[in-house]
């Protein structure tokens, strides 16, 4: 049985694996990058602006810096001789793309990303300037293909002088940029949708075409809607649909606006930014001398140590997360049941440990492949994806509800409906531990354990040989202490003699299960409103109805048993059409908003912090997941952490990723992470602090007293 069901898996997560690491290899045509420098010599403290060209193939396109609601944007980092400092990209003007019912934000056929450049004060005329550069980016039609592009460029120390080869080039970049806001731009909220009125008096109606406003935060709008465009007297306004209705309306919307303006000449394409664009750190420090040598020797060396740092760390992470409340209840039933057949030998036992084994490295492999799958084709997730959609979340409630109604009696062991996922994780059998391996992996998902979060962020942006490398590491940290328990001899000959307190103890044991479930419709309450919650409650009825009726039609008459069977069925496919109800959009979650002095988070708020060079705390977290919630509770919400945040003035900023949220997924992933929680200390200047991932008010407060107090007598939290 174990054979029939582990190959099958195994060799499906190898094929996966296999096509994926083919898959990502970018075909050629489809954007060809160079690295164009405006100059044809550099001087020292002499600024100089580098381009970087992506010439994309007919009808596919890559993204603006908001991809809308699908994609990423191109990012470079850079490779600087000492002393060399890049500046922010300069985005030019996006486009609107439609995919299906989906609206994305970028550009077709070519796009010039500028770069200023500011090397040092001085240079040596015998060293010439060597630059490199690693673009990454997303490519799509209707799929998405990721790649990336090695690019450099050497540039002679002399007289600077521009490269009359490249002129043209620069010429057109920059006028594409989009010029600083002409026209006032006032704001207000009519319901659903928000009024965007530029005050550009003497507009002609007839002389105006597709204008289009392109908002710097991800979440701001509805991208797909339709954008209402009129031109009066008054001057020019819009009509956008918001994304998040029942949240506050936003007091301001940084972005671009783009129009056609239609002369006697012919039509010109007019864009207008609004807003201060954030300057983001770009620039790398200087190599290592070593790792950049001209044979490169010591690279695969320095690869291979990250490797297996990644994944001892993976091994230590799967370790602790049997120790998490998401995992123990699943387990502590499998080693009841490993009391249960403490009589069959050393060697049967064995095989339940490699069987479950087995079924936790293949769930991880699976999960991985599908991780990968889902980031290649340009989803913006992470670790505990899949409970960011309320039908994942709503089916585990069901799932784990029907496994407690198994302990406690209510359907016995051997009735089929009691299956429901459970009859398969506490069969006697080898496929028993199998399926409670699955089941281990699925339950711990919403839990992040010490070391797991950086060797799964390093995993997803490696290979993908290597990522379901780190994740089989993973896997094997979770499966070790049940496996080590059936191959260690002692530990088996200590386990009771089966008895009467079993049954006792299976009861017990339902009522853990039982609080997963009531935590699970809890983060259900965060994703879907009151009607799908509503929803939800009732199909957990029917699941005890349909438990129920099972139960009672085993020993009774054979009709009676039909009608019993009937109605459970019945059941059942009413739970379906329940669950196929909640919303699957999945709109941002209302957010916090002055809440004991919290505000959400969004990129712009953190970017303006930044620009003041205002220290902020901030927390990603999310309602399903468990660590979160046990950090906020016992070290982000005592009066002595609250306190030492107001006494310095550092602005809290709560990101909530319970359903995706882009912004907070890519804030995630520059920090080397897949998941939350996530909690970074801007102390006003530079890059900021990674507290860990496990929190303690001792910790809190010794990185809040790294900033110094605010000289003001206004806290920022009370």
């Known amino acids: 049985m174990i054979r029939r069901l582990v190959l099958p898996i195994l060799v499906l997560a190898a094929s996966l694996s296999a096509a994926l690491a083919q898959g990502l290899r970018t075909p050629p045509d489809l954007v060809r990058s160079s690295l164009v420098a405006e100059a044809a010599a550099v001087a020292g403290a002499q600024p100089f602006t580098l381009a970087v060209r992506m010439q994309v193939k007919p009808g596919w396109h890559v993204y603006w810096r908001n991809p809308g609601d699908s994609g990423l944007p191109p990012e470079v980092t850079w490779t600087l001789p000492a002393g060399f400092n890049a500046g922010a990209l300069q985005w030019p003007a996006p486009e609107r793309i439609p995919i299906a019912t989906l609206m994305n934000y970028g550009y077709e056929g070519e ?19 060597q630059i490199q550069a690693k673009l990454t980016y997303l490519v799509c039609e209707t799929e998405c293909v990721p790649g990336s592009a090695d690019l450099a460029l050497t540039l002679p120390v002399g007289e600077p002088r521009p490269d009359p080869d490249n002129a043209d080039l620069f010429v057109r970049a920059r006028a594409a940029l989009p010029t600083p806001a002409l026209w006032p731009l006032s704001l207000s909220s009519q319901g659903d949708t928000l009024q965007l009125d530029f005050a550009a008096s003497g507009l002609k109606p007839d002389t105006i075409r597709n ?14 809607a339709a954008q209402l465009m009129a031109v009066d007297g008054t001057g020019l306004h819009l009509t956008v649909a918001r994304s998040s209705p029942t949240e506050a309306a936003p007091t301001a919307l940084p972005g671009v606006l783009t129009l056609d303006e239609v002369t006697e000449s012919g039509s010109r394409r007019l864009a207008f930014a609004y807003g201060d664009e954030p300057v983001l750190p770009t620039a790398t420090a200087p190599p290592d001398p070593v790792a950049a040598s001209p044979t490169g020797a010591a690279a695969p060396e320095f690869d ?7 994944a001892a760390f993976a091994f230590l992470g799967g370790l602790i997360l049997n120790l998490m409340p998401c995992v123990f209840p699943v387990l502590s039933i499998k080693v ?4 249960r057949h403490a009589g069959e030998g050393p060697a049967r036992l064995r095989l339940h440990g490699f069987a479950y084994t087995a079924g936790v490295l293949a769930s991880f492999l699976v999960l991985a492949g599908v991780l990968i799958a889902l980031k290649g084709g340009g989803a913006a997730i992470g670790w505990g994806f899949q409970l960011q959609s309320p ?8 799932l784990l509800f029907a496994m407690g109604l198994n302990l406690s009696g209510v359907v016995e062991v051997g009735g089929r409906l009691a299956g429901v996922g459970d009859r398969l994780a506490r069969r006697s059998g080898l496929s028993g531990s199998f399926f409670t391996g699955v089941l281990a992996t699925l339950v711990a998902t919403p839990c992040t354990a010490p070391f797991m979060g950086s060797a799964v962020g390093f995993a997803l942006t490696q290979s993908a040989a290597v990522a379901l490398a780190v994740f089989a590491s993973l896997g094997l940290g979770l499966a070790l202490p049940f496996l080590a328990l059936t191959l260690w001899p002692p530990a088996l000959r200590a386990l009771p003699r089966p008895g009467a307190w079993m049954e006792t103890l299976k009861q017990v044991l339902a009522f853990p299960v039982y609080a997963t479930v009531a935590w699970l419709v809890w983060v259900l309450a965060q994703q879907v409103d009151p009607r799908g919650l509503l929803a ?3 199909g957990l009825v029917l699941v005890g109805f349909s438990a129920w009726a099972w139960e009672r039609g085993r020993a009774a008459a054979p009709g009676a048993r039909r009608i019993a069977q009937v109605s459970a069925a019945l059941a059942l496919i009413a739970v379906v059409a329940l669950v196929s109800t909640l919303p699957q959009d999945r709109a941002t979650p209302t957010a916090q908003a002055a809440a004991g002095g919290i ?25 399903w997941c468990i660590t979160c919630a046990v950090n906020e509770t016992t070290s982000l919400s005592t009066k002595a952490v609250r306190a030492a945040l107001a006494e310095r003035g550092i602005t809290y900023l709560k990101g909530d990723w319970t359903n995706q949220n882009p912004e907070i997924t890519r804030l995630l992933e520059k920090h080397g992470r897949s998941g939350v929680p996530l909690y970074l200390l801007y102390k006003g200047a530079g890059e900021p602090q990674v507290l860990p991932q496990i929190l303690t008010e001792g910790t809190v407060l010794q990185a809040l007293a790294s900033v110094p107090a605010a000289n003001r007598s206004a806290a920022l939290i009370r």
């Open 111 to 129: 796009v010039t990303l500028l770069v200023p450049v500011t090397p040092p004060p001085s240079l040596d005329p015998a060293n010439p300037v």
């Open 211 to 224: 204008a289009a406003y392109f908002p710097y935060a991800e979440t701001a709008i509805d991208n797909a």
């Open 304 to 310: 291979l140590l990250t490797f297996a740092a990644a």
């Open 336 to 339: 009841l049941s490993l009391v």
């Open 391 to 398: 039908l994942v979340v709503a089916g585990l409630a069901y």
């Open 536 to 538: 939800a409650l009732i």
């Open 599 to 623: 505000e959400p988070f969004t990129q712009a708020r953190l970017d303006a912090l930044a620009a003041a060079h205002k220290p902020a705390f901030v927390n990603m977290t999310a309602a």
